[in-house]
């Protein structure tokens, strides 16, 4: 199985500064065929169900705000958003679709400063 | 817009089968491959496998069976020989272009295992 290693295990940042995630995997999760990175990014915010963000590393779902951005290849990927706004309090994700079984990070909590 | 929404009991006895059903409105279930997935605090996000090509985490694969039901635009869930472990919220969700990501998911229904 693909381990995903998320980084912090929480992180507090000022409304209007960036916050930056970190994921690593435990083998490249890059498609060479394709050059495709097979990771995606998830927010769940309390009592709700994990929202995507972002799939193919780098691509937003519709209607993902802009300040959200993934980046990265490989085995390590970074989920950055530009400014922090009150309502991006949550837990976020990495999930790898390489190969099976599909996997997750353990988390990364992201409070306000 | 696709909606999805579990349903099943909320408590099942230990050794007996898990049954769970998400019905889907808002999208034809014969366009996309469908999955299922729980939650534990112990065991974090956890994959359980797809519809439409009997593709299941292999930790599981041995008790779970994913089927679908056209006419009625559902999915159902059914793993045997439960446990504690499997202590849980369910989530289904859409797992667009053949498998990979996953969204958008249903709001999760927690299963009790206990006697």
């Known amino acids: 199985d693909i381990v995903m290693t998320q980084s912090p295990d929480s992180l507090a940042v000022s409304l209007g500064e960036r916050a930056t995630i970190n994921c690593k995997s435990s083998q490249s999760v890059l498609y060479s065929s394709n050059n495709k990175n097979y990771l995606a990014w998830y927010q769940q915010k309390s009592g709700q169900p994990p929202k995507l963000l972002i799939y193919w590393a780098s691509t937003r779902e519709s209607g993902v705000p802009d300040r959200f951005s993934g980046s990265g290849s490989g085995t390590d990927f970074t989920l950055t958003i530009s400014s922090l706004q009150a309502e991006d309090v949550a837990l976020y994700y990495c999930?790898?679709?390489?190969?099976?079984?599909?996997?997750f990070g353990q988390g990364t909590r992201l409070e306000i400063k | 817009q696709v909606q999805l929404q579990e349903s099943g009991p909320g408590l099942v006895k230990p050794s007996e089968t898990l049954s769970l059903t998400c019905t889907v409105s808002g999208d034809s279930i014969g366009s996309y491959y469908w999955t299922w997935l729980r939650q534990s605090p112990g065991k974090g996000l956890e994959w359980i496998g797809y519809?439409?090509?009997?593709n299941y985490n292999p930790s599981l694969k041995s008790r779970v069976t994913i089927s679908v039901d056209k006419s009625k635009n559902q999915f159902s869930l059914k793993m045997t020989s439960v446990t504690s472990a499997d202590t849980a919220v369910y989530y289904c969700?859409?797992?667009?272009?053949?498998?990979?990501?996953?969204?958008?998911w249903g709001q999760g229904t927690l299963v009790t295992v206990s006697s």
């Open positions: 999930q790898q679709y390489y190969s099976s079984p599909i996997t």
């Open positions: 969700a859409r797992a667009p272009g053949g498998g990979g990501w996953f969204g958008p």
């Open positions: 519809s439409g090509n009997a």
